[in-house]
């Protein structure tokens, strides 16, 4: 049995022990609760179009739970020794996405199987997650080498993912890691240094006088917590400057005009209010004109008649905010972060590391969705093309979420010491 780690204590429910769990009213009940709603704000969406599908998220969602039912009975020892057989065989997906994948809307990101459209990206994220807990428990990150194993992990997913393209769901593999990596006991000095090259290519596109004082920092941060102090400083100042350098090469020639459009128009949609800008300023519009309680479920005028593109997915919270207001977006926001509150307390009294990373890695991957996702909509990020979890219709992603809490229900039920929490 593992020992507690003081962030795993942070969240730890101290109680008596019992023995199984029953019907958890959070982490069944909040993924099952937007499911139902997501059904009715995809109807929504389709009313003025030519086909109709939104039962499909109902049953798609009934398989899925379905599924993870049956994987909450599961216990993880017997799941850990076919790690590296999904890992290796979503990678072989991945490959053959390049080779037979069906593109749509500028993106080859689906595999054909059996007349349903797969993505095998999602399912890689459950994978890399899996494989990664798994890692990181029998090598803990004690030293800066020990980083290798884990960046080496995660590389060919993201690439694959990467080239689709599909920078959104790529990103979702380094906050997966990062979390992780964190959990499980990397300083917070040596994540911050991790992160660092990607504020650095931020700095040096927005502010390029800023690398002055950021690279330095760097290289004081460097020198003060890793070990071989001079090394650690040149190394970590050759790669800060290279990024800086390499940034504005990797802004025109590494990401298509689309990607580009969407990673700065979100900062001024009106530049472009009919071409990248138009999804940004119409879901501001819609959420804006739900008011305190919303226009009420079936009747957002802007949903019905379609301003939104693709808004059954990618920007299906725009669809909430519109037909059930700020009241109901609010609801929405806290039953997520109650749902993640919920997966640090399985976390945390997980009976073995491997199954503590496991949840957490799970919880980086649905929040982190969660965050960029809204945040798209209602215009303060990006557009990335990342579904909302339960919410978006996508048969691939509600399967992989799905799974995913059977597997947190699967752990929570091994806990070793568990309470009523409510």
Not at 64 to 82: E, H, N, S, V
Not at 220 to 248: D, H, N, Y
Request: proline share 6%; hydrophobic share 55%; charged share 10%.
């Amino acid at each position: 049995m593992a020992v507690l780690s003081p962030r795993r204590a942070g969240f730890a429910a101290k109680g008596t022990k019992r023995r199984g769990l029953g019907f958890d009213p959070v982490l069944w009940g909040i993924p099952i609760a937007m499911t139902l709603l997501a059904g009715v704000l995809i109807a929504s969406t389709q009313r003025q179009a030519d086909y109709a599908d939104w039962y499909q998220h109902w049953i798609t969602g009934g398989v899925g739970f379905a599924i993870g039912l049956l994987l909450a009975r599961l216990p993880m020892d017997q799941l850990r020794r076919f790690q590296w057989p999904i890992y290796l065989a979503t990678m072989a997906s991945l490959i053959a996405v390049r080779v037979v994948g069906t593109s749509a809307l500028g993106a080859q990101r689906w595999i054909s199987f059996a007349g349903f459209h797969v993505q095998p990206s999602e399912f890689a994220k459950l994978a890399a997650v899996l494989l990664l807990a798994g890692i990181l428990s029998r090598y803990p990150v004690e030293r800066p080498v020990d980083l290798v194993r884990p960046i080496l992990l995660i590389l060919p997913p993201w690439a694959l993912v990467f080239i689709q393209p599909d920078l959104g769901t790529s990103l979702v593999f380094g906050a997966v890691l990062l979390v992780m990596l964190y959990w499980a006991g990397m300083p917070l000095a040596w994540l911050v240094l991790l992160l660092s090259p990607v504020i650095t290519s931020i700095v040096a596109g927005v502010l390029p006088w800023g690398l002055l004082v950021w690279i330095p920092l760097m290289g004081w941060l460097a020198w003060s917590s890793l070990p071989w102090k001079r090394i650690a400083l040149v190394v970590v100042l050759a790669v800060e400057s290279g990024f800086a350098v390499v940034t504005p090469l990797l802004w025109m020639h590494g990401l298509k005009d689309y990607q580009r459009d969407r990673l700065v128009l979100f900062l001024d949609p009106s530049k472009d209010p009919l071409g990248g800008g138009y999804h940004l300023l119409q879901s501001k519009v819609g959420i804006g004109s739900g008011g305190l309680w919303g226009t009420g479920l079936m009747h957002g005028s802007l949903t019905r008649l379609r301003f939104i593109p693709e808004q059954h997915t990618d920007f299906i919270f725009s669809a909430l905010g519109e037909e059930t207001g700020y009241v109901g977006s609010v609801l929405v926001v806290l039953g997520f972060a109650l749902l993640v509150w919920r997966l640090l307390q399985i976390a945390s009294n997980a009976a073995t590391d491997v199954e503590s990373l496991l949840v957490v890695g799970i919880g980086a991957m649905l929040m982190f969705a969660v965050v960029v996702n809204i945040f798209m909509t209602i215009g303060l990020g990006p557009v990335t093309g990342i579904p909302l979890p339960w919410l978006s219709y996508g048969r691939s992603a509600m399967l992989v979420n799905c799974i995913s809490i059977g597997l947190c229900a699967s752990v929570a039920r091994r806990s070793r010491s568990l309470r009523k929490w409510w």
